[in-house]
């Protein structure tokens, strides 16, 4: 009796429990079911509002053309066939147009939706977790970008006592050579207007003495002497290793992307400003004259009292890759007590990127 008594009472709770269960599924499952009725309705309306937008869009870009269109057949640039064509044609256009736009955005809330539900999706025969997708941050453009810059241009001297007009190099014999990699770095992280350069630049600065004349070193002085033969060619060269370093100013066109931004400074202004240090590596004079009716083609190396160190100020202006460019030396050619005379060069920049 007992016994009896006991499975009775095991199966009545059983049954109690399973009743229980199927109640509390069946809350969860409606509390579901309205969740999921709620999110659709929303769905729906939003995407009867974006239709309407949408189609008020492609309505206002119809009509702009079709007014395009009978303008040019007012003007008789196309026959009244041509022109049912064409209307013909944008019509059909922003249809596909309305209904890609619709579907574009479609895709777009399955996949954020799916991606904030940690959900899986189904795409020709495959599964792909959702989960395992990560929105990637915003590239910006990089910081820092290289290229390859080329001056040349007049080149002279300014010396104490003496303007330009008196020196005592020939303006138009004087030249300047300079080449050289740089570095341009954004000083800014989301905006390209101010830039750093700097890099490491060789610059041949020659100078051609004025009349029948050749540089001479007499113990510590370096001074101009008339040569014995007809010179043809007499010029000095002095070659420099330097470091520029200067701050670029101008606008940049900003291209911007979904998952980059990037910036271009061609066919935009542009102004730079700054100086370089370096050292004199090389002086070489060159003469060429005739002896015996011999022609003589002559290099001298020799250092001719020049300073070792050399620094000054340079500046450009200009636009795309190209600029008008200017450098002076700080220090002077020549050592003390040589008469003070410093490197003045204008010419053309142009940075090949």
């Not at 007014?67 to 013909?88: S, V």
């Not at 101008?250 to 050292?279: E, V």
């Not at 070489?284 to 083609?297: A, S, T, V």
């Amino acid at each position: 009796m007992k016994t009896s008594t006991l499975y009775l009472c095991l199966i009545f709770l059983c049954v109690n429990f399973t009743m229980q269960a199927q109640k509390i599924d069946s809350k969860t499952i409606k509390k579901r079911q309205d969740s999921t009725a709620i999110k659709k309705e929303q769905e729906r309306k939003y995407f009867e509002a974006l239709l309407r937008i949408i189609t008020e869009d492609e309505k206002i870009l119809l009509k702009n053309k079709i007014e395009h269109i009978n303008e040019k057949l007012e003007k008789g640039k196309i026959t009244p066939a041509d022109a049912e064509k064409e209307k013909k044609k944008a019509a059909l256009l922003a249809a596909a147009n309305i209904e890609y736009r619709m579907a574009k955005k479609k895709r777009e809330m399955f996949l954020d939706h799916y991606i904030q539900e940690g959900g899986s999706f189904i795409r020709f025969g495959e599964i792909f977790d959702t989960r395992k997708i990560k929105k990637r941050p915003l590239k910006y453009d990089r910081r820092t970008k290289s290229d390859v810059v080329f001056a040349f241009g007049l080149n002279n001297a300014i010396q104490d006592g003496k303007s330009l007009n008196d020196s005592d190099y020939k303006i138009g014999g004087s030249r300047f050579f300079e080449f050289g990699f740089m570095w341009t770095t954004r000083v800014a992280k989301n905006h390209n207007f101010v830039r750093f350069r700097y890099g490491l630049a060789l610059q041949y600065n020659s100078l051609k003495p004025t009349g029948n004349r050749v540089f001479v070193d007499n113990g510590d002085l370096t001074t101009l002497e008339e040569f014995p033969n007809d010179l043809r060619r007499s010029k000095i060269r002095m070659t420099n290793l330097t470091v520029p370093l200067y701050f670029e100013f101008g606008p940049s066109r900003k291209l911007d992307r979904k998952k980059y931004i990037r910036y271009y400074t061609n066919s935009k202004f542009k102004f730079g400003i700054g100086g370089y240090a370096g050292f004199n590596i090389a002086v070489k004079q060159k003469l060429r004259y005739k002896e015996n009716g011999e022609r003589i083609d002559q290099e001298i190396r020799r250092n001719f009292n020049t300073n070792t160190f050399v620094y000054g100020l340079g500046a450009y202006i200009g636009w795309d890759d190209m600029s008008l460019y200017c450098k002076y030396d700080l220090s002077p050619i020549f050592k003390s007590p040589n008469a003070k005379q410093r490197n003045i060069s204008l010419g053309v920049r142009l940075d090949v990127f």
